[in-house]
């Protein structure tokens, strides 16, 4: 395994024109599979919520998701939601980012299918104040989702440490460029980051030590080279897996000099 890897991480600012040859990221999209299921894949954009809002119906019983995450306040929404009601979700293929931050946790129930990987790498509780702090509109944004976020998992009795550790585990420092990619007609800013690792991936009985409830039936596949394989396999081509117990693993950027940063 490399000491570190190169990836993007999302900064969600849009800007009003777009550039050729950017590449397009699909927006997410919420179906009814059956009368008790269904369905929420892909970039959770703004306005899934409302999507998954209208799709739900009284006889829902199951979310299903394969979702590499997306905007944290819309996601948040949809946990709310799949917890209000009392929804078990099922992950099929991956469930990474804010889809396991909050739509994951919030189910009641949870299971992992064979071949699946459910992956985290930190929340707003791991960076409340947003780089401009200057911008007080952002900073009250932020403060809202940080507090939402909290609650959520005080509602689901899990231990935000979920959050916090997976953040510090995969903590990075920007590289100085960024990736153009182009969503819902707007071009939006990803911040490359030199990372120990991509993506945490917690077997079950580290989410068992964290407090997560309701893993009914959770594959894993059980070492960091298969992981990361599995997940390049989905098409995360600079994925980098650790699948290591909470607390035993200090990544190189925590290691890192104020200097050195």
């Not at 009814?32 to 899934?48: K, N």
């Not at 911008?135 to 989702?145: K, R, T």
């Not at 390049?232 to 925590?254: E, I, M, Q, V």
Request: aromatic share 8%.
């Amino acid at each position: 395994m490399s000491a570190h890897r190169t990836t993007a991480c999302l900064c969600f600012a849009f800007t009003s024109q777009l550039a050729a040859a950017v590449p397009v990221i699909p927006e997410g999209s919420v179906r009814q599979l059956d009368a008790s299921t269904v369905e929420i894949s892909g970039f959770i954009a703004p306005g899934l919520d409302e999507k998954f809002r209208k799709v739900l119906r009284e006889s829902t019983r199951t979310v299903v998701l394969t979702s590499a995450g997306g905007v944290t306040k819309t996601a948040i929404e949809m946990g709310e939601l799949i917890q209000a009601r009392g929804l078990d979700v099922v992950v099929r293929r991956y469930c990474i980012s804010s889809c396991a931050n909050y739509l994951f946790i919030a189910g009641r129930r949870k299971s992992v299918e064979k071949g699946a990987v459910v992956a985290w790498h930190g929340g707003h509780t791991n960076d409340p104040v947003p780089p401009d702090a200057t911008d007080q509109f952002a900073v009250q944004e932020n403060v809202s989702l940080l507090h939402r976020e909290q609650l959520l998992y005080l509602r689901a009795h899990t231990s935000i440490d979920l959050i916090v550790y997976s953040g510090l585990l995969t903590a990075g420092r920007p590289t100085g460029d960024f990736t153009e990619a182009e969503l819902m007609g707007r071009r939006l800013k990803l911040q490359n980051m030199e990372r120990d690792y991509s993506h945490w991936v917690p077997t079950h009985e580290h989410l068992t030590r964290l407090g997560v409830r309701g893993l009914d039936s959770f594959w894993h596949a059980g070492s960091d080279r298969a992981t990361t394989a599995l997940l390049k396999s989905y098409g995360f081509a600079d994925a980098n897996a650790y699948t290591g117990a909470p607390y035993s693993y200090t990544p190189r950027a925590l290691r890192l000099s104020s200097v050195e940063r």
